[in-house]
């Protein structure tokens, strides 16, 4: 059980039977009366926000939540087939379920996949994938690494802004907490 003095961000609740993760929250403590906790929160399967106010002392059920790893296989029409590396047991989520994080994706990907009450409601992919440019202009003569960017269109469809000397067909290192380019990977 959560006090509210326990709530942080990042902090996965149950509240009516559903997982909300505390985006923001904030403790308040008025000249006159109890002291309270002002929280936003996101429920972890329909993406929908909930702010409510809590007094101090009241109690939170923890999400029954858990994180096994399983690699990534393949899609299946509009589904994402995981196999746990364990049980070789496999599971299937939607692209609303896995939000922007499917642009990650690459074959033997491995990925914390969260389960809650058993059921898969999401995954966290590793923080840096290696991926293949696959459509950008062409860099020009005398560009530098530290002049302007350019919109780049990698492997799986993600399209994020890439310096000018970067060219099609390069792998770069993407930083999957953010979206932005790392660097250029070399082999």
């Known amino acids: 059980m959560y006090d509210t003095s326990d709530l942080r961000k990042g902090a996965k609740i149950n509240i009516d039977g559903q997982p909300y993760i505390v985006v923001d929250f ?31 002392g009241e109690k939170f059920e923890k999400a029954d939540m858990e994180e096994r790893q399983m690699e990534y296989l393949y899609p299946e029409g ?35 996949v969260l389960l809650f009450d058993g059921k898969p409601i999401g995954i966290s992919p590793p923080i840096f994938v290696e991926l293949k440019v696959t459509a950008t202009e062409p860099g020009f003569k005398g560009d530098t690494s530290s002049g302007g960017s350019k919109p780049a269109t990698m492997q799986t469809g993600l399209k994020i802004s890439v310096p000018l000397f970067v060219n099609e067909g390069e792998l770069l290192k993407v930083d999957t907490r953010t979206g932005e380019y790392v660097e250029r990977v070399k082999k």
């Open 26 to 56: 904030q403790f308040v403590k008025p000249g006159k009366g109890v002291a309270f906790t002002r929280t936003k929160m996101k429920n972890m399967i329909t993406g929908s926000i909930l702010e409510r106010t809590y007094r101090q």
């Open 78 to 112: 509009e589904l994402f087939v995981f196999m746990d590396q364990k049980t070789y047991d496999q599971v299937r989520l939607t692209a609303e379920q896995l939000g922007e994080n499917k642009f990650y994706l690459l074959d033997n990907l491995v990925c914390d």
